[in-house]
């Protein structure tokens, strides 16, 4: 499971939109926003999981 592979000092990526998740179990994020194809693929914002959430500007924080 994905606490063994960080135990081992293993990389995990993962997407998702869950606010509630993503403060959990994260420890770092890059914020691509919700636009994807030719519009996608900026990012929004960047960093530890406290700096972002005391920013406020993540697309998690913006109505789709």
Known sequence: DLDNIV???GTV???D???T???E???YIIDFGF???KEGG???DQGYVDEIFQRGKASIWFDK
Do not use: M, R, T
Request: hydrophobic share 50%; no cysteine.
């Open 17 to 19: 939109h869950n606010p």
């Open 13 to 15: 990526i993962i997407i």
């Open 35 to 37: 636009v994807g194809g």
């Open 21 to 23: 998740f993503i403060s």
């Open 25 to 27: 179990n994260a420890d």
């Open 42 to 44: 900026k990012i929004l």
């Open 7 to 9: 135990l081992e000092s």
